[in-house]
């Protein structure tokens, strides 16, 4: 039989009752939050989830971009031959069994190389070229684009052609006094010039056989007698520019620069930056700074411009560099001019620069078939000038070898 609860006990199981009640809303409430805040971070990891699938898809697109630029982007060599109006151009890539397509945009002057669908390779040019007699060659390392232009372009070309030292001619800004404010060492930015006798005029340097022609240049009897019979001599306040070089008035440099003997030197390297003798003081360009307009000058501008006087003056194509002084006596660089009228833009400098194709060796070679100039130069410009050529040699593809054991490179100037 069962016990019969007082109403106090009845009481005390009610108020257990509805504390255990409340306990269990309690957790209940407690197990609710938890799960709110678990599902607030899930629905925020998935948010960031799907956050780094949009990046990554998107470094993805961008990686594949990239791929397809760098693969579809070789390096490549395009070589302008102004005399005869025609481009050659060597991309350095190697095909099997593909066979290359050439499609031109004569309005944009653009060439590009194709495979299928894929373009290979594509290039803006300065002329239009015509597809008609152009070629492409597929060679074991490199593909070989023969690329002529148009007649329109011809006739273009020739109204602006100029060829040798005239197609190499001063800019406005290297005939600016305002940029001759201050002369400056290259090597080390050093001062060079008096800054308190300051240029007033400069005046461009004829070429070293400018007096050969005098006879050619007036119709007149004495049109000029004022030119000095005697060659030009460096003038106080005026700068000369020629080719590669300025020819300035000794009072116009630095009174601490060293200028005994033949040699001038800076004051703080001592780096040779040109010559004295009785008409002035010659500085090379690619040795000075003035205004950043002499920035595009190298040691090749000096070889290039003696090349050019003699090949315009004597007809001599083939050349013998020798040291002119006793550091290297037995160092030679031998020269072969196989074009003078030409430009190269390449995978690394989209502008188009002046150059002079060569074949060259650091062999002496006895070779009667062609007369020689011999040239001197310092030794350290001679050796400058041969490691450029060497590695203007590798812009070309290796099985350009080169011709009698000659090796195939570009002198920029």
Known sequence: MATKLSASELLQEMEDAKRAVTAAREQCELARSVV????????????????????????????????AKVLHAPEFVIEFQANIGCYQCYVHIALEDATPTLVTNATKREIQLRVQDTTIFKATLAYAVDPKYSSVRVQKDHVHLRLPLTSAAKEDRKTAMTAGMAARTLSRAELDVRNYTELQCRCCGQ????????????????????????????????????????????ALDRVYVGQSDLLVHPDNIHAEMELHMASVRCLRCHTILGSQDEIGINLQKYLLQAKDVLDAYSSDSVIVTKLLEVIESEGLFRFDLVPSDADSPNQHLVLQVLSWDATIQTSGASAAQNVVKVLFTTTPTADDRLPTKELAFPSDLLETVTARLATSAELLPASLTGLNNLTLGFLFG
């Open 36 to 67: 709110e805040e678990a599902r607030a971070d899930y629905a925020q990891a998935n948010e960031a989830r799907q956050a780094c699938g949009h990046d990554v898809d998107a470094l993805s697109s961008q990686l594949d971009a990239t791929l």
């Open 191 to 234: 001062v060079i010039s008096n800054v308190n006798r300051p240029f007033n005029k400069v005046l461009p340097l004829p070429s070293s056989n400018w007096m050969e022609m005098v006879d050619f240049w007036g119709a007149a009897e004495g049109a000029f007698e004022h030119i000095p019979k005697d060659g030009i001599h460096a």
